[in-house]
């Protein structure tokens, strides 16, 4: 069983920063691609930056390039998610997800765990 708790959300003026945190239990975990989703009221989910269970490949949506930044720490099972220069337009729920493919991908069907997800609200 694999759960995936996170933390780190909360309320910032745009422009500013967030960290968010994914703790995901399970003895596996190294061997899990994890990702970060987000889903805005009325809109799709959408992907927003994923790793894979190396560390050795990591991808970001083309929105969040040179401002967010995704690492692991497979000693601590977490998955950090630093969000700078945030946008009103990020304000959403923030979900992370387990693959035990491995590879990471942006498509959610690859992401079989998912976390209960955290909210991002960013002011104008």
């Known amino acids: 069983q694999v759960q995936l708790v996170e933390s780190g959300g909360g309320w910032v003026q745009a422009g500013g920063s967030l960290r968010l945190s994914c703790a995901v239990s399970g003895r596996t975990f190294s061997m899990y691609a994890i990702a970060w989703f987000r889903q805005a009221p009325g809109k799709e989910r959408e992907f927003v930056a994923a790793?894979?269970?190396?560390?050795?490949?990591?991808y970001y949506a083309d929105s969040v390039k040179g401002r967010f930044t995704i690492s692991r720490d497979n000693a601590k099972n977490t998955v950090p998610l630093q969000m700078n220069s945030l946008k009103p337009e990020e304000t959403a729920v923030y979900y992370c997800a387990a693959d035990p493919g491995g590879s990471g991908t942006s498509s959610d069907a690859n992401y079989d765990y998912w976390g209960q997800g955290t909210q991002v609200t960013v002011s104008s």
């Open positions: 790793i894979s269970w190396s560390g050795r490949r990591i």
